[in-house]
Every structure is written in structure tokens, then in C-alpha cells.
T-cell receptor, first 117, second 114 residues
């Protein structure tokens, strides 16, 4: 049973460029969340996709956009890269539930390490 | 403001020793509290999830406690091993707008030395 897979594992880009990161969720999961983790910090929530729509969004500018495909896989796009975008980008998958009783754990991929020079 | 604070920021212990990591939160309304282990260069892996009514949960040598009244949690590691060297992240979930929103702490970096 494949877990969450992300590609590429490492990426080096130049300021001003655009980047696309990819994520395949754990088998059976239908919800994908993206996080940005700076060195020495906890993950920061970017957005969440469910049924091919953005369902929640964190405090990130419009340069960060995403997409979810019918097979539940997802892409994160970042335009006009800044040096401060250098981070580990984590994808996490889960099974959609609503209500405060939802306690299923998030399953994380190993991330894409993005370096902007 | 909804925040999760962890202490200490980093910790060094000798192999075989026990340790306790702390997590204080000001998240409301509270849904659940999770502890994750993150090895360097890897994604976080879930250790425990506790709801409001649970005050302790174990996963092998890891035992998490929750005091919902004081809004504090701890993660106790027993008989530490070199493989326990990692960051441990406390995550509190709040229920808002029909969804659970996760708020991450900055983590405690644990180093276990032989």
C-alpha cells in the first residue's frame, strides 16, 4: 500500500521563476493538504483540496496556487519565486470528514526541498 | 490568538534515558491534539492523537498526556534509543467553519547520544 509520494525530491530554481510540485495521496485518501516548512520551524498550512476544489487556505499569497485531479493527486504551483520561498514543501493526505469528531491522522510525504537562488 | 508552543526547543539525552517534551496551547475550540515525529529530511509521522476526553495515550515507548483544563500536553519517551533522534511536533486541531484546522508547534529537536 503506497503512502504519500512527492516529486521531485529536490529542486533548485532562480528568483522570478515558476515551479510545480506534485503529490500522490495515500491509497484510499481523497483530501490533499500542502504545507511549507522552513528550516527549524513547524509546517505552515498553505491550502487543502477536496473534490478538485480548494476547501481551506492558509495565509499565503496568490502566487501559491494548486490543483487536484480526478484521481486525487495534486499539484502546488508557485509563481514569481522569492528567496524566502526556499523551504521543504510537504504534502499530506487524509480521508474527508466533517465534524469535530474527525480524528484520523494526516499521512505526510517526505517533501520536496525547494531552493531559490 | 490560536497558538501552540513547545519546550524545550532542543534537548540532548544519553541513550537509555527517559525524557519529557512539553506542549502548551491556546487553541479554541479544541478538537484534538496530535504528536508527530519528524526525522531529518523526512515528513512527519503520527505518534498519537488525543481527543478532549482522553488524558493519556501510548504508542510503544511513547506516552502522551493531555490536560484539557490547563491546555497542556506532554510526550514522554522511555528508554531512549539512537533512532529517537528527531524533531517532535505538537499539533492542535480546532474546529472552525465546518472543518478541522491544524495548528503546528515549532517542534522540539531531540538528540540521543550513545
Amino acid at each position: 500500500d503506497a503512502g504519500v509520494t512527492q516529486s521531485p525530491t529536490h529542486l533548485i530554481k532562480t528568483r522570478g521563476q515558476q515551479v510545480t510540485l506534485r503529490c500522490s495521496p495515500k491509497s484510499g485518501h481523497d483530501t490533499v493538504s500542502w504545507y511549507q516548512q522552513a528550516l527549524g520551524q513547524g509546517p505552515q498550512f498553505i491550502f487543502q483540496y477536496y473534490e478538485e476544489e480548494e476547501r481551506q487556505r492558509g495565509n499565503f499569497p496568490d502566487r501559491f496556487s494548486g490543483h487536484q485531479f480526478p484521481n486525487y493527486s495534486s499539484e502546488l504551483n508557485v509563481n514569481a519565486l522569492l528567496l524566502g520561498d526556499s523551504a521543504l514543501y510537504l504534502c499530506a493526505s487524509s480521508l474527508a470528514r466533517t465534524g469535530s469528531s474527525y480524528n484520523s491522522p494526516l499521512h505526510f510525504g517526505n517533501g520536496t526541498r525547494l531552493t531559490v537562488t | 490568538k490560536n497558538q501552540v508552543e513547545q519546550s524545550p526547543q532542543s534537548l540532548i539525552i544519553l541513550e537509555g534515558k527517559n525524557c519529557t517534551l512539553q506542549c502548551n496551547y491556546t487553541v479554541s475550540p479544541f478538537s484534538n491534539l496530535r504528536w508527530y515525529k519528524q526525522d531529518t529530511g523526512r515528513g512527519p509521522v503520527s505518534l498519537t492523537i488525543m481527543t478532549f476526553s482522553e488524558n493519556t495515550k501510548s504508542n510503544g515507548r511513547y506516552t502522551a498526556t493531555l490536560d484539557a483544563d490547563t491546555k497542556q500536553s506532554s510526550l514522554h519517551i522511555t528508554a531512549s534509543q539512537l533512532s529517537d533522534s528527531a524533531s517532535y511536533i505538537c499539533v492542535v486541531s480546532r474546529f472552525s467553519g465546518g472543518y478541522n484546522k491544524l495548528i503546528f508547534g515549532a517542534g522540539t529537536r531531540l538528540a540521543v547520544h550513545p
